[in-house]
């Protein structure tokens, strides 16, 4: 049986963030509970030297459970340094931010949801609104996440920085509300760590009607985690709980129409569908681009969303076909 509370935490070598100071010791497993220092707390971390331990290659290094706090602050307080860097480019930013984001997702795999994960999230989103503010690129964004190996950082990284970047295009200026939006959208599908993995990586057309059931209930089962903490906003918990609800009524689990959706749900159920559609995944090996997937929701879907959000998106994706062609 899998240990629920492990003493080492696995970090991928590719999401430490090479050339910083890294706050903890870093260890090398050789055996089922036996791991080996080989790094110790202070030292600058350089992936090509880690990647390599005796001649093997090493994907993973771990970090004592008690410590793994220090690491993810440690790379959310670099990210939030380095949006702001006018000399790193949005796709080095993107990439800093999804490998910060990383070791929350690592955190919530590994340790659950509590706390310290919920705000470590809250702090992954300041970093978030931050860059979407000032790089507002939806292809740079797009490509860059697509270069992420984990499929479900990668997806929701996209729909929160897709649902801020359509918040702009709608004007909302008040940031907690946008900062609301953007961690909803950061956690709407936590609910599917309820449910077993080898159904979430089912595809859909090959579920049958008790799995459809099954998996349908992921919008509630991730309302529940977060409420269960206690210290969530409503709001939070209500795109959680209506990420898969729809303007025209066909979505899930509860077949909401517009007006009874909650008003930052409507953005997210829609950055949820266009990123379903643009970002990488094992249902989506070809991503389609962000024009393509705008003519797919209203040729092919029928554009089932709120109509000024989904006026706002098309503002966001014109907007880069126009610098293009500018």
Known sequence: MEDKHPKMIPIPVRDLINGSTCPVNLHVRIGNDKF???????????????LSYENKTVEYLWVKREEYGRLIDNNITI??????????????????????????????????????????????????????E???????????LNDCSDELLRHSLAVSSVSVLIANALNWENKQTVEKLALGALLHDIGLKALPPELVNKPRALMSFEEIQLYEQHPYKGMQMLLSLGMVPDDVAAIVYEHHENAIGQ????KLR??????????????NDFCEMTVRSATNPQARSPREALITMETVMGQPHNKEAFRALQIVVNREYAKAAS
Do not use: W
Not at 134 to 144: E, P, R
Not at 258 to 271: G, S, Y
């Open 36 to 50: 080996v220092l080989i790094e110790k707390a202070g030292a600058k971390t350089f992936k090509d030297r880690l």
């Open 79 to 132: 990210a939030g340094v380095m949006v702001s860097q006018q000399s790193l480019s949005a796709a080095q930013k993107v990439q800093i931010l999804s490998q910060a984001a990383a070791c929350v997702f690592t955190e919530l795999e590994h340790i659950g949801l509590g706390f310290d994960t919920y705000s470590h999230a809250r702090q992954i989103v300041e970093v978030t609104v931050a860059l979407a």
């Open 134 to 144: 000032t790089n507002n690129n939806l292809n740079t964004l797009l490509n860059s």
């Open 251 to 254: 979505g899930y689990p509860r």
């Open 258 to 271: 517009n007006i009874k959706m909650h008003p930052l749900a409507k953005v997210v159920a829609l950055a």
